[in-house]
């Protein structure tokens, strides 16, 4: 497995060379260099973008891959041949337009949503495909694939309402204006959260079937996530709310009866669309409880807590790439349907908080 640092990710070394600052347009740190390590973290950052497969270079990145900073190198297609493999199943989806994913993918979409159905894809799909076609073929390296679709998540959030913490200023900013106004709008928050939570572990289940390959690890990460809904409980008792007076957005209805329509027909995509529910790094506090923690009810932050560190200490945020690594080669379609599905999804979410913004005038 060979790390390639993203093309954005810049160092800048500090006065005397005792520190750098590692920057991406989603994450930045400082990190401090002591003498025994500067000659070959020095080497590293100088061949950074130049030579991937320097040694140096592979060490700096796997000392930090804990944190989105890279995506894995795309294999040859004789690299696969040795490995026992989840076999690449046929797939009748027509990705070529929004609508047509929507028309064929099988998967009911609420009325209302379809207003937020964009006309055409707006993601540079030849840019994500180039970064993991196989050379010489028409098909994919599955690993490649998830692990650099989930940078360019993170780099395209970071120009949208929602990746520029927009949501999170909206919510601080009612909490400031308006308290009772804020946990109305933190009610439906966790409502979502709930939905997710409570659905996940019986809509991955036919996955155990359809993706054997993964059996195992899937079983297990099936197990991890079970009764995590019982932690968004704890939130709205501690907040005095019920959970039944908050209704489910119909982007969050789409994201998991997609979710599950892929545990059927594409591992693929499956596996990718996993990054959707885990944060693609832990670090810090979980963003919706630092928020909680500023109001009048700051133990209504301790359900989020207690779920955020379970998967925090299981690392989930790893899950996607893990299961990708038991794919065989993919072919266009499950490719195509799983950047389809990403773009399709992340835009309703965008525009779900962006008009529970505006329902409350803020």
Known sequence: MTYVPHEKLSINWGPHDKSFALSLPWVSMEVGVTKEDYPWIKDATNHLHDSVSNQNVQRFVSELKEYPIFYIQRRRLEEFKEQVLQPCPDLNVDSSTPASLIATFGCEIAGELKKDVPTKWTWDWEKILSKARIAGTNL???????????????????????????????????????????????????????????????????????????????????????????????????????????PVGTGTKWQMDAFAKTAVISPLAFSALINLFEAAFYDGQDPISRILKKSSKPQAAHGYDLHYKINQDNRHCDMPVQLASYLAPQTYSHVALTLGIFELTLNFYNCMEKELAKSFKV
């Open 140 to 246: 994919y390296d599955p690993v490649s694939f998830i692990s650099y679709l989930i940078c360019y998540r993170l780099e395209w959030e970071n120009t949208t309402w929602s990746g520029q913490d927009g949501f999170g200023k909206f919510l601080e900013h009612l909490l400031e204006e308006d308290e009772d106004k804020f946990f109305q709008a933190m009610g439906w928050v966790v409502k979502q959260s709930w939905y997710v939570t409570s659905e996940a572990c019986q809509v991955m289940k036919p996955a155990l079937i359809h993706f054997e390959k993964a059996r195992d690890l899937l079983h297990h990460y099936i197990h991890d996530e079970a009764g995590h809904h019982k932690f968004m409980e704890i939130v709205f008792e501690d907040l005095g709310m019920n959970k039944d007076n908050f």
